[in-house]
């Protein structure tokens, strides 16, 4: 188990070095300019105590030989200043860059995954690691990257200097630095647990909150308004309770560790002088040292820090990648529809989306070009899955499905797609103005075609009603619009491009009987001469059809025009009589 | 502010002691640097062993007494912010359900909840940083200037200049760097929101072979945020270089200055290197002061929206005073409306206009139109949702607007056309914390909204959970409860706003019949788009538009009414019409 998580880490850091190829030497500019900075910045102390050890005494100083160490200092924070100002540029066109072609490419995977994918997954899961994820990665990776390599260097490099400088006073902060790392330890790990209970709690309060104050109107119309404030006021002050755990235990870490620093210095401090008494270091040495002494807890916190950090980038990493290196779905591009009659054929069809639940089976239907085919029977019958079918937004698993002669799964889907108007029961908008969205099939159409369409549609009334007609911006979950006019909205849309064949799955259901019946005429013009597809409930609109399917757990149990059904006295029959007999 | 320290008052104590302890905690920092020069002016220089050790007990000292003072003002800092903030959280949700639709609509669902989360977290936070940090980074700064002064008062002039210039760096940074740190905020939610579309119309873009389009939008908004990044990255990449520099050639001049003063026995070695450690200390508080001040800038708007939630009137409804006793005639109708408008806060057009209709008691009522055309509005100025705009509602001859909403939910039972049920058990979603309601009324309750099945079906009955959102139950399965929910306190007026719209035809019907069938025979009122569930109503009102452009029976309006006519057909085609 432990063993598997290691390999699928190494998997990862693997992936995340293809993806930092292209940066290579970015990367490596990077680093050189870490270990300048390091250098440059370990070698201040230095020349501070160098020149304190200039200033003999009063009267007594060594001008040209502090003059040129104060020169030298000048240079190595010039020098300082150029690598740290150039690495951090360099760090931030890597990040950023990444980031953003992390999420192109993650976007662009996105239009193309299979339906099955979108539909099996929590759509908030994949905005997560587009917007998030992407950034934690690229910020963890960069960071932790940098701060372990010149975390590492600092401490290497420190130890380096006080050894040259001293070792038996060396020895002593090297002896102290286990303290260090304990204490950042010890604090760190009971710090994580009472997190994660704050998480939790902050968790069931928020969800609480939520629910209450989305459902605001049901809480008052029951009064129930002030056991909502109880509940609320228990999880509150079980979250107080464990923040305040939290938010201390994390807070001592600077004091204690700032603690552990000062004992370091002390320890420094007393070694020093008394060597220096004895001669065995200049007070130079001595400055020198407690400059090193003062700054060096602060890279084994850094550095304590980076492993989590890094370890939640590759987690990050993992879950960008799973969206990346998705499968692509395969296209084949042998045949290409054009100029499409609408002739449509299945094939002893078969397809389930589980295999172990076979849905639709033997199923074999010709539909002449023109025709109009309504399609019933209850919930999970296999309506919509038909239209899935389709478009090719779930593939089948047995048999095939031919227009106009020729295989579906033969032609690229976008060309398939083309060859279809579609109209779902689930209304979708893009957020932005009623025209943006009423365009968005056929960016070319005019002005006056556009309005033409929402007249037809008896769109053009509401939409004329609203603060800024058609510029009014509309988000899409928005309440101003209801449900039946979003409905007439994706008609209108429909109708500016009209593709040979038309898919109305429940279209209308949300419409008012009267609204739909006035723009039946408008879905008359529409349907003639098209091959059309009807899911509907209403049974008005189901008379109609050329040829209307009764399904029931994937099969068309009947299949016939609305007084042939009738006469064969089956399940339509009942259906119909069972709405139309009502209350009689 | 003031909004925000009417919360701290509670906390008076650890507010103040919190930035006091950590100020006494500065001080010893900074004795450090003076006690080290002692070591080398004094120990070294006269090779006194003995007053080495003791000093370096001092620093010892010094550590342990700094640790105390801080772990203690951490805590105050931690507690002060934490409980005035939980009480500003518990104060704003209490706020908030104290609401009426139109304020609570005028905020909108989202940004409510996210003042309530993430709004007060940052509050929080920013006050915890505050307390800890406002005195202590500050005044190490500043004390290290203060210590020099004591080394050596012409040294001061070099802090005083480092200092400026430190100062102005800073805020020249902040200042360019903040408003595209806001921008940067925006398109991250702007590319948030395109994934989210992008996932939810799969199908429609994809038959509209829109990819290439979405595509190029959303390389368009990465390519935005990207140059906002390093628009605002090549100001920041400089805040920790320049600094760098501006103290450490501060060290240098020291350094200058140091020898001069030493050449000329003003001051002793060890004060050169005490004058070098304030330098060093600066740099360190400096950029901790840097991150308290984006902190507290992140936290500075959330107090004003905060504030401006609470602020917001919760109730603008106007509540009269009960009419004299005895005006609630035993012989008043169970629902009048008097020449009743209403329009809504934001719409210009009425909702309703001039509406009389009067309800006698146990009868049912029918309510149908189209979309937009006032049913639901007809229903909700009923409970008090809003304020009629023009004439009176009267229940039990009494105006609505005086009674209490207590009053108003025994009153009247209401399913709304959202089939909403809580996180909680069946049975806590039926009683909905009315304790006067026994599990014998539920269960009655249950049976009448044809819900007894439903109860019955699932694993735990009663005690079945309903998840987030009821996701385990069917939209019709949810109506029922919701249904059931409403009878379960017996109300003497019953709404139901189009709340068997998920139901078959024969469960409908069942519940209709059940619903005439109940013992206490309320006053009901059905909204509904189905002709079928309002004909056999006592009394039918046809809208449109907010108008009342007809009613009467099933039979009379079929008869006479044209919209009603309409509608019927639309759902009943006509005999031989094909």
């Avoid at chain 2, 915890?128 to 406002?134: D, S």
């Amino acid at each position: 188990m432990e063993k598997n998580k290691t390999s699928r880490q190494t998997e990862v850091i693997k992936r995340v070095l293809v993806e930092l190829r292209p940066y290579g030497k970015h990367m490596l500019a990077s680093l050189v300019c870490a270990v300048f900075t390091v250098w440059f910045t370990l070698l201040i102390p230095v020349l501070t105590g160098q020149a304190i050890d200039c200033m003999v005494g009063s009267g007594d100083i060594r001008v040209d030989a502090l003059v040129m160490i104060l020169k030298r200092m000048a240079v190595v924070v010039a020098g300082t200043f150029f690598f740290q100002w150039a690495m951090n540029r360099i760090n931030n066109y890597i990040t950023y860059h990444i980031t953003r072609d992390m999420r192109r490419k993650a976007f662009d995977q996105m239009l193309v995954m299979p339906i099955r994918e979108i539909d099996s997954h929590s759509h908030g899961d994949y905005m997560s690691r587009i917007a998030t994820d992407a950034d934690v990665f690229s910020d963890g990776l960069l960071m932790g990257f940098t701060q372990l390599f010149t975390g590492v260097l600092t401490i290497f490099g420190t130890v380096f200097f006080m050894v040259r400088l001293s070792l038996p006073i060396a020895l002593v902060v090297i002896i102290l630095t286990p303290v260090s790392l304990l204490v950042a330890k010890f604090v760190a790990s009971r710090t994580y647990a009472m997190f994660q209970l704050q998480a939790k709690h902050r968790g069931v309060q928020t969800a609480y909150a939520d629910e209450m104050i989305a459902n605001q109107q049901v809480v008052s119309v029951f009064s129930y308004n002030e056991k909502a404030k109880e509940v609320f006021g228990e999880l509150n002050d079980q979250l107080a309770d464990s923040s305040l755990k939290a938010t201390f235990y994390s807070s001592l870490t600077n004091p204690s560790t700032r603690f552990v620093n000062s004992l370091i210095y002390s320890g420094v401090g007393v070694a020093g002088a008394l060597l220096a008494i004895a001669g065995g270091i200049t007070v130079g040495g001595l400055t020198s040292f407690l400059g090193y002494a003062s700054q060096y807890s602060k890279p084994f916190n850094e550095i304590s820090g980076v492993v989590t950090e890094l370890q939640n980038a590759i987690a990050c990493a993992a879950r960008i990648f799973e969206i990346i290196d998705a499968e692509p779905v395969e296209e084949n591009d042998t045949n290409r529809l054009e100029d499409v009659k609408g002739q449509i054929t299945f094939e002893d069809v078969a397809f389930s989306y589980e295999p172990s639940k076979p849905l639709i089976e033997h199923l074999n239907l010709r539909v002449m070009p023109g025709q109009r085919i309504a399609i019933v029977g209850p919930t999970g019958s296999g309506k919509t899955t038909l239209i899935n079918l389709l478009m090719r937004f779930y593939d089948t698993t047995g048999g095939r499905i031919l227009i106009d002669g020729v295989d579906i799964r033969t032609v690229p889907r976008t060309n398939l797609r083309e060859q279809f108007g579609m109209v779902l029961q689930e209304t979708w908008l893009k957020e932005g103005t009623i025209r943006q969205n009423l365009l968005f099939a056929n960016p070319n159409a005019t002005e006056q075609e556009m309005i033409r369409a929402a007249k037809t549609s008896h769109a053009h009334e509401f939409i004329k009603r609203l603060p800024k007609g058609y510029d009014t911006y509309i988000k899409g979950d928005d309440g101003n619009l209801s449900q039946g006019e979003k409905q007439l909205l994706c008609i209108t849309r429909l109708m500016l491009a009209l593709p040979p064949m038309l898919i109305l799955d429940e279209a209308t259901s949300s419409i008012d009987t009267r609204t739909e019946m006035k723009i039946q005429a408008a879905f008359a013009t529409m349907m003639e001469g098209r091959t059309t597809f009807v899911v509907a409930h209403r049974l008005s609109t189901i008379r109609e059809a050329d040829v209307i399917l009764y399904m029931q757990n994937g099969k068309v149990m009947e299949q016939g025009n609305h007084e042939e059904l009738l006469q064969m006295n089956g399940y339509y029959a009942k259906l119909y009589r069972s709405q139309f007999a009502l209350e009689k | 502010m003031k909004f925000l320290l009417q919360y701290l008052k509670d906390y008076k104590k650890e507010s103040i002691l919190a930035p006091l302890f950590k100020m006494c905690e500065a001080v010893f920092e900074l004795l450090v640097p003076l006690v080290m020069a002692a070591i080398i002016d004094q120990g070294i220089a006269d090779g006194d062993t003995s007053y080495v050790i003791r000093m370096c007990i001092v620093l010892v000292v010094l550590a342990v007494v700094g640790l105390i003072f801080a772990v203690t003002a951490q805590y105050f800092a931690a507690k002060a912010a934490i409980f005035s903030a939980a009480k500003m959280r518990k104060d704003l949700f209490c706020h908030v359900m104290d609401m009426s639709a139109a304020s609570h609509e005028s905020m909108g669902t989202s940004a409510l909840t996210t003042r309530i989360t993430s709004d007060i977290n940052q509050i929080q936070n920013g006050v915890n940083m505050f307390l800890r940090l406002f005195l202590r980074s500050p005044f190490i700064v500043l004390g290290a200037m203060v210590m020099a002064l004591i080394v050596d008062v012409k040294a001061t002039l070099i802090f005083v200049g480092v200092i400026a210039a430190l100062a102005v760096v800073v805020y020249a940074v902040m200042k360019s760097t903040l408003p595209i740190f806001s921008g940067i905020q925006r398109k991250m939610e702007k590319i948030f929101l395109a994934v989210g579309e992008n996932l939810e119309g799969a199908r429609v873009i994809r038959a509209f072979g829109n990819q290439e389009e979405e595509s190029a939008a959303f390389a368009d908004s990465t390519q935005a945020l990207y140059g906002d990044q390093m628009k605002a990255g090549r100001v920041s990449a400089l805040l920790n270089p320049v600094t760098y520099v501006i103290v450490n050639l501060g060290i240098v001049v020291i350094l200058w200055f140091g020898s001069t003063q030493v050449n000329q026995g003003m001051l002793a070695k060890g004060e050169v290197v005490a004058l070098v450690n304030y330098m060093s200390q600066i740099l360190v508080e400096l950029i901790k002061l840097a991150n308290l001040i984006v902190l507290l800038m992140r936290a500075v708007p959330s107090i004003g929206r905060v504030q401006q939630v609470m602020e917001l009137q919760a109730d603008e409804r106007i509540y009269t005073d009960k009419e004299v006793e005895g005006t609630s005639t035993q012989g008043a109708p169970a629902v009048e409306y008097q020449d009743v408008s209403f329009c809504y806060p934001d719409g210009s057009e009425p909702a309703l206009s001039h509406l009389s209709l009067t309800v006698s008691r146990h009868s049912t009522v029918g309510i149908i139109g189209g979309t937009g055309s006032g049913k639901s509005t007809l229903l909700q100025l009923l409970y008090h949702r809003y304020d009629v705009t023009e004439g009176q509602i009267r229940i039990n001859g009494q105006d609505v607007r005086s009674y209490t909403r207590e009053e108003l939910s025994k009153l009247i039972g209401v399913v709304p056309q959202k089939a909403v049920l809580f996180h909680g058990t069946i049975r806590d979603n039926l009683k909905m914390g009315r304790e006067d309601v026994t599990q014998e009324m539920l269960e009655e309750a249950a049976t009448a909204a044809q819900a007894d099945n439903v109860i019955a079906a699932k694993q735990d009955g009663w005690d079945e959970e309903v998840l987030q959102d009821a996701m385990n139950f069917s939209g019709g399965q949810r109506q029922r409860l919701t249904i059931a929910r409403a009878l379960a306190g017996r109300p003497q007026i019953l709404l139901l706003d189009d709340s068997a719209s998920a139901l078959d035809v024969a469960t409908d019907a069942a519940l209709r019949k059940a619903i005439r069938d109940l013992t206490w025979q309320p006053t009901v009122f059905i909204i509904s788009q189905r002709a079928s569930s309002v004909m056999d109503a006592d009394w039918i009102v046809v809208l449109e538009d907010g108008v009342c452009v007809g009613s009467g029976t099933h039979e009379t309006l079929l008869r006479d009414n044209e919209v009603y006519q309409e509608i019927y057909y639309s759902q009943f085609p006509k005999e031989g019409q094909q």
